[in-house]
């Protein structure tokens, strides 16, 4: 994959971590999958990508999550950016879910790894990964497949969908919001308050923001253009600022934060669900198996 080569990741990190990986097998899968022709599955024609995702490198690749190099190497480079453990953090998300959802999207999939964890924990809910890169979601294909699990990836934009109002009782965003500008994240935001049905639940996973305000090398190493502004922002205000209700946000280890908001019942809407119930909080005894397997998404 073409990456800058100035960065410290790449001077310095990138030669410790790529003892701890197999390439050899990276590229092999990456040789053995045509990108451009196989990612057509995915592809809309009505799908804009945005500027400020086309034009920025992501960790030291060129053209970012539009380089198929990108797919191939997040799961194997993820693994060492989410101490203390990748799947412990994911985990997290899952745990924070009060709903008991039948229809779900995770925005920003990526390689779609908390939206595998997602269809686990929710076998008979409908699960869609939203990705504006077509990489991603092909590559977000072939892990569904091998788990063996129905998923659906679709190629959009998190901060205008397509999908009709009120159509989710669980949105999820994990690793998004440190990299879409302040304006992108409350875009998104809103448009998660208008795909949830009264009572439905938003889930935010990312990077903590009150360590990243003290790590301002970090752009430096890893190449992130919006991670001060993610930083400094609030995602409890702006949560607030696009509707939510019981707004909390809760440190997973000191690396990372989950934020959790409910889309307010108003009194027609509580009318309405006496007769058709599409939201159920869990009872506090109903908690996920810790002994579900899931291995290491790399």
């Known amino acids: 994959m073409a990456v800058k080569q100035d960065t410290l990741w790449e001077r310095f990190l990138s030669p410790v971590v790529r003892l701890l990986i197999d390439e050899e097998e990276l590229r092999r899968y990456s040789e053995s999958v045509d990108w451009e022709k196989d990612s057509d599955r995915f592809r809309r024609d009505d799908v804009i ?155 935010i996973l990312d990077g903590n923001q009150k360590t990243l305000r003290q790590l301002e090398w970090l752009n430096n190493i890893f190449e992130e253009p919006y991670i001060d502004e993610y930083a400094n922002s609030s995602t409890d205000a702006i949560m607030g600022a696009a509707g939510f209700a019981a707004v909390r946000t809760e440190d997973v280890w000191f690396t990372s934060q989950l934020t959790s908001g409910i889309k307010p019942i108003s009194v027609e809407d509580a009318s309405t669900q006496s007769n058709v119930k599409r939201y159920v909080p869990t009872s506090p005894d109903n908690t996920l198996d810790n002994n579900l397997s899931f291995p290491s998404p790399a």
Request: with cysteine; aromatic share 10%; hydrophobic share 40%.
């Open 49 to 203: 990508i945005p500027e400020y995702y086309s034009s920025q490198n992501f960790h030291g690749i060129e053209r970012g999550y539009l380089n198929p190099g990108a797919a191939v190497s997040y799961d194997a480079i993820t693994q060492y950016a989410l101490p203390p453990n990748e799947t412990w953090i994911r985990q997290a998300l899952i745990d924070g879910i009060k709903v008991k959802p039948r229809r779900i999207l995770d925005l920003g999939c990526g390689t779609g790894s908390t939206t595998l964890m997602l269809k686990q924990a929710f076998g008979n809910a409908e699960v869609i990964g939203l990705d504006l890169s077509p990489y991603m979601l092909l590559r977000s294909f072939h892990k569904s497949q091998s788990a063996g699990l129905n998923i659906e990836w679709q190629q959009g934009n998190a901060e205008n969908t397509s999908f009709a109002d009120a159509t989710f009782d669980l949105v999820t965003a994990s690793l998004l919001f440190h990299e879409t500008p302040s304006t992108a994240t409350q875009a998104i935001l809103h448009e998660c308050f208008r795909l949830l049905v009264p009572g439905g639940q938003v889930l």
